[in-house]
């Protein structure tokens, strides 16, 4: 289920898309926020505007995605809910999925995706290693080889996140 | 004291040149310093650095400098000082040699020493903050700086809503442009800056997190939190930090209030966040490119030095340490 939901919103990222797609599986996204909202591993305070964001952090520093990252480099997976307290919001995006490779030199994003408040795919980046370019989910129009990429990146990060206690 | 007298304890508690003071000890050959002129400085400085101590009331203490000739300005010295009337104080002034230098004040005042000193050229070690030191709680070690907040400079709202993040690195920039020193002309940069990302670059709002004018204002660009645009497909969890103007070889230098900024601004974010020291890096450790510039880049030793000292009194609760103290502009 999980796959499917990723495939299918990875499918939903066509080249040139203002708004990249819906969430397929709706309950997919309650169980993400769902799960970051109950033990999220940091809550953080953002400032954007007037408006003030709770901010409720799950990270995952095991290797979810073996064999993506440079050997000395470790795999991370991250998700991000930011629910406005006061103002009106719209400053931020309500959700972020990241996948991400990491040292003590720097951090790379392998990919990530923003998010709506329904889960619904905004934006993001997604790294090809064949031709080791990053592509802009808005803009690139995605290979089959790189939608499927991006279907396992996403589906085993959020599979992970959600399996963590 | 007179002034003549404080002049004779200014040769007689001359403190020593630092490592890191790379500039000429100015001396006035016992002539009183209200208006006299210093002997020679045979080397190119950027500014003055005095120290001594008021044995009455505070008073502005200011300096003019030759240029050939022509005597200029006089332009008054900032710092900092104490309850028992020890100061130390700063004049920035252009890059110049072979100049002299002039003090006046109508405060009773001993100076201790006076040294024309190349701020930017301040290798590892000691800098110019360090002379004075007091423990103190490590709580209040990494105080917040004033930040300026996007209101204040006019900022635009960004094109499309932010990426959270944490933040888990800083890098530090130079804007390769202007270098503003007072509050008005800085908006003007920050505008034509934010308009150069957002319209130029094509970014959705000013590159960095936060960024220094040459009179120290720390400006806030993006809101702290969010994904950057300041090094290419490395900027989650990337604090960007640019001081204003053009640090390359042969270019300008930044300014001592700037450096002071930059390190307050350092330590409260790494204390805050929990960035180490060695998260702190140039851009040009990160990617190819000449920023943040030879001058600024130089800095960057002493800056991490001080963010790990600052880590360190967060680590222990029991330890006495010698923290920095800075000016309070």
């Not at chain 1, 709706?26 to 926020?33: E, G, I, K, N, Y």
């Not at chain 1, 795919?121 to 080791?132: E, K, M």
């Not at chain 2, 020193?181 to 505008?191: F, H, K, V, W």
């Not at chain 2, 409260?268 to 001058?295: F, M, N």
């Amino acid at each position: 289920m999980v796959k499917l939901f990723f495939l299918l919103l990875a499918l939903a990222a066509p080249a040139g898309a203002a708004n990249l797609g819906r969430a397929a599986d709706p309950s997919m996204w309650d169980r993400l926020t769902e799960r970051a909202q109950r033990s999220p591993t940091t809550v953080e305070k953002l400032t954007v505007g007037d408006t003030e964001y709770r901010v409720f952090v799950v990270t995952l520093a095991t290797a979810a995605v073996e064999g993506q990252c440079p050997a000395e480099m470790t795999p991370r997976m991250t998700f991000y809910l930011a629910k406005p307290v006061s103002g009106p919001g719209g400053g931020v995006y309500p959700g972020r999925l990241t996948v991400q490779c990491t040292s003590a030199e720097f951090t790379r994003q392998e990919t990530s995706v923003d998010t709506g408040f329904d889960g619904g795919v905004r934006g993001g980046t997604l790294y090809d290693p064949a031709s080791n370019k990053f592509l802009d989910l808005e803009k690139a129009k995605l290979t089959p080889k790189q939608k499927a990429r991006l279907d396992a990146l996403l589906a085993g990060a959020a599979a992970r996140l959600l399996g963590a206690p | 004291m007179s002034m003549r007298a404080a002049v004779l304890a200014l040769l007689a508690f001359a403190a020593p040149l630092r490592a890191n003071d790379v500039g000429a000890r100015v001396e006035f050959a016992g002539r009183p310093f209200d208006g006299a002129a210093s002997n020679p400085i045979r080397t190119d400085f950027t500014g003055l650095l005095i120290q001594g101590r008021f044995e009455g009331p505070a008073a502005p203490v200011e300096a003019s400098v030759k240029s050939g000739t022509t005597w200029g300005p006089w332009i008054e010295a900032t710092g900092e000082s104490t309850k028992n009337g020890r100061f130390w104080m700063k004049v920035l002034v252009a890059g110049r040699k072979g100049d002299s230098v002039r003090l006046r004040t109508t405060a009773a005042v001993e100076v201790f020493g006076l040294y024309a000193t190349d701020f930017a050229e301040e290798g590892p070690g000691p800098g110019p903050f360090r002379n004075m030191t007091a423990p103190v709680p490590s709580a209040a070690s990494s105080p917040k700086p004033e930040v300026k907040s996007r209101a204040e400079w006019g900022a635009r709202p960004a094109a499309k809503p932010y990426s959270p993040m944490t933040p888990e690195r800083i890098t530090i920039h130079h804007t390769e442009s202007a270098q503003p020193l007072s509050a008005e002309s800085a908006i003007d940069e920050l505008q034509a800056t934010q308009r150069f990302h957002q319209n130029g670059r094509g970014w959705i709002d000013m590159a960095y997190h936060y960024l220094i004018d040459g009179g120290g204002r720390i400006w806030e660009g993006r809101p702290m939190a969010v994904v950057g645009a300041h090094v290419k497909e490395k900027n989650d969890g990337n604090v960007g930090i640019s001081l204003m103007g053009d640090f390359s070889k042969g270019k300008k230098k930044p300014t001592v209030a700037q450096i002071a900024s930059l390190t307050r601004l350092t330590r409260w974010l790494s204390a805050t966040y929990a960035i180490p020291a060695d998260r702190v890096k140039g851009h040009r450790d990160q990617e190819i490119t000449e920023c943040p510039g030879d001058a600024l880049y130089a800095q960057l030793y002493e800056l991490r030095r001080t963010t790990a000292a600052s880590a360190d009194l967060f680590a222990s609760t029991r330890r006495t340490a010698m923290v920095l103290r800075e000016p309070a502009w």
